[in-house]
């Protein structure tokens, strides 16, 4: 799916409809990794573009801006990326408020409203990138870290408190 064009994959009419429906209601939204790209395609016509090799291990990230959703993480921290698109930071700076990145240039963590573009996978759980690996059975080769490590732990439980904290925010100031 992620290396198909948006419109051949079967449900995104629907995804489109569902992202619609809740920007019309102004419901805080979170999209991840190729819900991320789907988004930034249907809201700002962005395109992803096809990377030489599968962006696939846990990658050092680097705040570009301070935000909310970052706050109580150092200025680097690690996150894990598998994927085999990106929509490139340039084409994504116009559009979108950017947030972070990985430090070899990849897209980390974008805003826009009451959208919110993750493009790393901080929902997997400790061994939930060894897990995409051997059920792509592809001989990924990942990065330098080793696959037991579980660094993005801290980024995990903090990014998703602080979005849970934005939501709510959101949802006060909406009333």
């Known amino acids: 799916m992620d290396r198909l064009a948006f419109e051949d994959v ?8 569902l992202i619609d429906a809740l920007q019309a209601a102004a419901v805080p ?4 990794c190729w819900g991320a ?28 801006a301070s935000s909310p959703l970052l706050d109580g993480l150092p200025k680097h ?4 990326h598998a994927r085999f698109t990106d929509i490139t930071i340039e084409a994504m700076r116009s559009k979108v408020d950017l947030i972070a990145a990985t430090t070899n240039g990849h897209s980390f963590l974008a805003t826009a409203g009451r959208q919110t573009f993750l493009f790393a996978h901080l ?8 897990q995409e690996a051997q059920r792509a059975n592809s001989g990924l080769a990942f990065n330098d870290d080793p696959l037991h490590h579980w660094g993005w732990e801290n980024t995990r439980n903090l990014f998703f408190a602080n979005w849970k904290q934005s939501v709510k925010q ?5 009333q």
């Open 10 to 17: 079967w449900y995104y009419r629907e995804v489109t409809q």
């Open 29 to 32: 939204q979170l999209y991840l």
């Open 170 to 174: 959101q949802l006060k100031l909406a």
């Open 77 to 80: 921290f690690l996150a894990p």
């Open 37 to 64: 790209m789907a988004a930034l395609h249907h809201e700002f016509g962005l395109e992803k573009q096809h990377l030489p090799q599968k962006l696939f291990g846990v990658y050092p990230q680097h705040q570009l």
């Open 123 to 130: 929902e997997y759980q400790r061994f939930g990138l060894w």
